[in-house]
């Protein structure tokens, strides 16, 4: 590791641009939005450092890819078990789908309707095992993939098949992602989800790939796809995060506690009554709904509280535009506008969430930490499972927020603003939980790496502060 540190230093004293490579994937915005802010602050640091993202489903023919990302949300949403099976990895799935054992009827079923969305004439020819014709390379690998899952008994050496296609496409994708590393030519590398992490293992171990590794974890649990012994350093959540992490067998010294990566902003939050002076809202009892840039059961709980006839509180909604329900929220904000405000999804929602006195939505790692920097308890009402499972145990652990069903929100939300005890105290649990330097804490962490040769070290050229 070393030698590629020493010559990405050597690099930068002749004058060459530093590059860093940031890694992501899609469907999540979370990723992204942690990269950028460890993006922001090494440009602040070091002006002429030149970054670059590739979210890994781009290594993909487009349809794969849409296929891919479309099957993960709707699994979520429609088969929540399967999906919690599937990141748990439970044994029973992964012998399925490696065609060890034949598949239950629900998977089936699943991978069927998902094949018939996006690629009709492959599932048409697949039910009389006919031959089909395939786009692409990666459009011929996936449907036989689903095929020999769904049809293990009628292919012969279907068990044969399946485990040589899975190792296939990993190979593939590996491949392609060592290609494009090379091309680049990063200094090193940062990671904020965990399948390209582990994509880069296999050529960091033959040597192909010398550059650092940072593996950034953006939720409050751990999944092992993220283990790998070629991940220079990890920089997770918080502590229990790091225990968890190293009870699965990392060193604790490649353990960093960071914090999940925020934008600047929210360093430098606004109080309350500024942020409702800044926002032209009233200081009456406040609540944030957020359902991330897809509005994920927004429209749901924004309908529980104007339903609720005993409270009027004042409602502030982020959503994107390409939440389902936009329409409807818009024609809501109009018909309730003295309590009902709509906003568009932002990478900076510190003012929404200052003004608010609770943060209710999708349990998401990067928005409980942008809630827990600004000091405000968070009400999970829509929760995915897997990784969001654990933002959850967290949120009820440190006793900074709950989990609540959709028609149970009225009464949750009753029982917190009568007993303003109680709130104040899951605000400051929630204020001393926060991290809202951890993208700095990042840097410092990739700067510590560099420092381990003092010789070739070199001072960035401005402060910290942004």
């Given at each position: 590791m070393m030698t590629g540190l020493w010559e990405m230093r050597c690099s930068f004293l002749q004058g060459n641009i530093m590059k860093c490579l940031f890694l992501t994937s899609s469907p999540g915005y979370g990723h992204t939005r942690a990269a950028e802010a460890i993006d922001m602050v090494l440009r602040c640091r070091y002006p002429g450092i030149e970054t670059e993202y590739l979210d890994i489903t781009n290594l993909m023919d487009r349809q794969v890819s849409d296929a891919i990302q479309d099957g993960y949300l709707r699994m979520t949403a429609e088969q929540p078990a399967l999906y919690q099976?599937?990141?748990?990895?439970?044994?029973?799935?992964?012998?399925?789908?490696?065609?060890?054992?034949?598949?239950?009827?629900?998977?089936?079923?699943?991978?069927?309707?998902?094949?018939?969305?996006?690629?009709?004439?492959?599932?048409?020819?697949?039910?009389?095992?006919?031959?089909?014709?395939?786009?692409?390379?990666?459009?011929?690998?996936?449907?036989?993939?689903?095929?020999?899952?769904?049809?293990?008994?009628?292919?012969?050496?279907?068990?044969?098949?399946?485990?040589?296609?899975?190792?296939?496409?990993?190979?593939?994708?590996?491949?392609?992602?060592?290609?494009?590393?090379?091309?680049?030519?990063?200094?090193?590398?940062?990671?904020?989800?965990?399948?390209p992490n582990a994509l880069l293992s296999h050529s960091i171990k033959k040597g192909l790939i010398k550059q650092p590794v940072i593996g950034v974890l953006t939720d409050y649990g751990v999944h092992g796809v993220w283990v790998r012994d070629t991940t220079s350093v990890y920089c997770v959540s918080h502590e229990e995060a790091a225990e968890e992490l190293h009870q699965q067998g990392i060193?604790?010294?490649?353990?960093?506690?960071?914090?999940?990566?925020l934008v600047p902003a929210f360093s430098n939050i606004p109080t309350q009554s500024q942020a409702r002076a800044y926002l032209d809202l009233n200081s009456g009892p406040t609540v944030l709904i957020t359902g991330g840039q897809c509005g994920i059961g927004v429209m749901d709980a924004v309908k529980q509280l104007l339903n609720d006839d005993r409270h009027q509180y004042q409602i502030l909604v982020a959503a994107g535009s390409n939440t389902a329900a936009i329409d409807d929220l818009q024609q809501l904000a109009k018909r309730y506008h003295n309590r009902f405000k709509l906003y568009g999804w932002c990478k900076d929602i510190s003012h929404l969430i200052c003004a608010a006195d609770i943060v209710?939505?999708?349990?998401?790692?990067?928005?409980?930490?942008?809630?827990?920097?600004?000091?405000?308890?968070?009400?999970?009402?829509?929760?995915?499972?897997?990784?969001?499972?654990?933002?959850?145990?967290?949120?009820?652990?440190?006793?900074?927020?709950?989990q609540a069903e959709l028609d149970q929100l009225p009464k949750v939300l009753d029982d917190l603003f009568s007993n303003p005890e109680l709130l104040r105290n899951m605000k400051r649990n929630a204020y001393q939980l926060g991290r809202p330097d951890a993208a700095r804490a990042v840097v410092a962490e990739l700067e510590n790496i560099l420092r381990q040769d003092d010789e070739m070290y070199i001072e960035p050229t401005s402060a910290f502060g942004l």
């Amino acid at each position: 590791m070393m030698t590629g540190l020493w010559e990405m230093r050597c690099s930068f004293l002749q004058g060459n641009i530093m590059k860093c490579l940031f890694l992501t994937s899609s469907p999540g915005y979370g990723h992204t939005r942690a990269a950028e802010a460890i993006d922001m602050v090494l440009r602040c640091r070091y002006p002429g450092i030149e970054t670059e993202y590739l979210d890994i489903t781009n290594l993909m023919d487009r349809q794969v890819s849409d296929a891919i990302q479309d099957g993960y949300l709707r699994m979520t949403a429609e088969q929540p078990a399967l999906y919690q099976k599937l990141y748990d990895m439970d044994k029973d799935i992964y012998r399925q789908l490696a065609g060890k054992i034949p598949a239950d009827q629900n998977l089936i079923d699943f991978l069927d309707e998902q094949q018939r969305r996006f690629f009709p004439e492959v599932a048409e020819r697949a039910r009389f095992c006919q031959l089909a014709s395939y786009k692409s390379l990666d459009s011929a690998l996936l449907n036989t993939l689903i095929n020999s899952v769904c049809n293990r008994n009628k292919i012969p050496a279907g068990r044969l098949l399946t485990q040589g296609l899975l190792a296939l496409i990993y190979n593939i994708l590996a491949a392609r992602l060592r290609k494009f590393v090379s091309e680049y030519e990063p200094d090193f590398l940062i990671v904020t989800q965990m399948y390209p992490n582990a994509l880069l293992s296999h050529s960091i171990k033959k040597g192909l790939i010398k550059q650092p590794v940072i593996g950034v974890l953006t939720d409050y649990g751990v999944h092992g796809v993220w283990v790998r012994d070629t991940t220079s350093v990890y920089c997770v959540s918080h502590e229990e995060a790091a225990e968890e992490l190293h009870q699965q067998g990392i060193a604790e010294e490649r353990i960093k506690v960071t914090g999940i990566p925020l934008v600047p902003a929210f360093s430098n939050i606004p109080t309350q009554s500024q942020a409702r002076a800044y926002l032209d809202l009233n200081s009456g009892p406040t609540v944030l709904i957020t359902g991330g840039q897809c509005g994920i059961g927004v429209m749901d709980a924004v309908k529980q509280l104007l339903n609720d006839d005993r409270h009027q509180y004042q409602i502030l909604v982020a959503a994107g535009s390409n939440t389902a329900a936009i329409d409807d929220l818009q024609q809501l904000a109009k018909r309730y506008h003295n309590r009902f405000k709509l906003y568009g999804w932002c990478k900076d929602i510190s003012h929404l969430i200052c003004a608010a006195d609770i943060v209710i939505g999708k349990p998401g790692g990067l928005t409980l930490s942008e809630t827990l920097a600004c000091g405000r308890p968070f009400i999970a009402t829509c929760c995915l499972g897997g990784q969001e499972a654990h933002n959850v145990q967290f949120l009820q652990a440190k006793k900074v927020g709950l989990q609540a069903e959709l028609d149970q929100l009225p009464k949750v939300l009753d029982d917190l603003f009568s007993n303003p005890e109680l709130l104040r105290n899951m605000k400051r649990n929630a204020y001393q939980l926060g991290r809202p330097d951890a993208a700095r804490a990042v840097v410092a962490e990739l700067e510590n790496i560099l420092r381990q040769d003092d010789e070739m070290y070199i001072e960035p050229t401005s402060a910290f502060g942004l």
